[in-house]
DNA sequence: GAGATTATTGTAATCGATTACATTTAGAAT
DNA sequence: ATTCTAAATGTAATCGATTACAATAATCTC
């Protein structure tokens, strides 16, 4: 391996010119600079990254944790992470947990070992303590999902109020009876679309039948399964919000599998807006979330949160 | 930040003893390495992994560079990279090419300057010889795409006997006009579909006529608007081979809005079942890549390549 | 109990870069 | 020509771990 040395013995002055070559300090003669770059050349020299990094105690990757890669809507949040990463000269470290917490968890090693300047977390189902404390210790920055009352800084819509727009939606169209299909309680995101399907259906003094609420797991299958069981009702729904795109795909399944129609029969609205949504039939109507600009605020705030951290 | 040497300072050995413990190399008596791990517990102490990794030149990461982190085809291999991954203790950097050639040039650095200690490329659109040259240096490993006459080594499906059976299918449902819609052909798994697809028709005696074949993107996009340029002949295919799901799709939608029933009037058939293709509707008669073991052999594949050259 | 053997621990070099500080060189000012 | 200042370069410490080698302690053998 050709190193530092190699190409100051090669050029004829000290490893420390080189350096200064290398990080275009200035204060190299201009002679100096050409023989070294010659040099590099001649070697094919490429700086060893890890001995730099042990030095300035800094890695310029930061870690990006996942619930599930496969996601189409997590993966559009990673592409507006890696735009900015690459404009700042950072490289992104994937964890995907596969919806798995035990795997969230053994990524806060990875941060605490430094093999990160700092994380980004898309997912945030670990105790609370655990995320502030590390939070407290190194840049963390939460997108979509957030901790209540938590000072760690998040980017994320606001779910309530998307999801009363989309139930008022409904209302507005006529219907009364609405189904709503929810994601996981244990997440906080779900429950708040659930807040603001109540908000909304309260605001309209309409009366939420408790059958009428299910909870499924974001999943294609969940979807059809909830679906299924409001189908089974002896007053089935007239209209239904689901919590995300996968669920609404599925509920829409469902229903034409009983030979109903969407939206005749029954209107469905879903959350997302993944492209599936809109090439699927009959279209998805859907709430958008900007994706690509979620992943963009979340990794501006953590290279502002990582650049402070090196002024202290 | 807390080091080895505090730690070895508050226990009252040395450094050595330390990191022997750590490593759990044994010959380190009970109580001493009892003293030990009650001062890691005490000062919470993380070993610098930077340090460790410059010592031993080794970064315990590998670099997967795919052309498109939204498509789920190539998240499901990824899925497949990361279970391996993990259980060997590696980690995974993930670089996102968003299909531009030029971004998968600057990847090849990261190799270079030591930050991984080997890559999988799901993309391989390079100029060959930049690849060959990096492979002869570092371990490497293709999927999905190879080169031609090329000696990296390689995890793919046999594209062309799938290309062929996928189209015998449709020719034996009695379809004899068959129109092809490709990927773009400057990727070689393209023109290995593409040679399926012509080996079967020449099989069967059956001409081809070369409006027959349009060229796409692996799009749902360029898959809509091929089936048009189709669907605007004269005689227009009774059956649609795409080369990839996304394509049929979008065939299948052009199909739709013409009025026209698949398979009723017109039989398609995709490449790759990804999740969506068996919940759109129609489902789509697809030929199935096994995503997650196309990544597991690639990564199990660069592991071996890994280590052997260790010994080297 | 002396000598041999093995187990345990310590000392210091090492990985490859960066950088504080020291030194040399060149050019300006007088 | 001498002194002073600024520019250019070099020397060596440093980052935090691992590990070859050396040294010491413990145990065994007869």
Redesign the interface.
Known sequence: MVTISDVAKLANVSTATVSRVLSNSGNVKKETTEKVLEAIQKLNY??????R??RK?E?K?ILVVVPD??N?FF??I??GI?HVAIENDY????G?T?NNVERERVYL??L????ADGMILLTARLESHLLEEIASEFPVVLACEYLEGSTIPTVSIDNVSSARKATEYLINLGHRRIGFISGPLNVILSRDRLKGFRQAMAQHNIPIESFLVQEGDFS?ESGYNMMMKFLALDQPPTAVFAANDEMA?GAI?AI?SKGLRVPDDISVVGFDDI??AS???PALTTISQPMFEIGKKAMELLIKLINKDQLL
């Open positions: 490429q700086p060893n990254i890890l001995a990094q042990l105690l890695t990757t890669i496969t189409t993966s559009k990673l592409r890696e490289e992104v470290l994937l995907d596969g090693d990875i605490r070992q430094k093999k294609f795909i399944k034409k492209q599936f090439i699927y039939e």
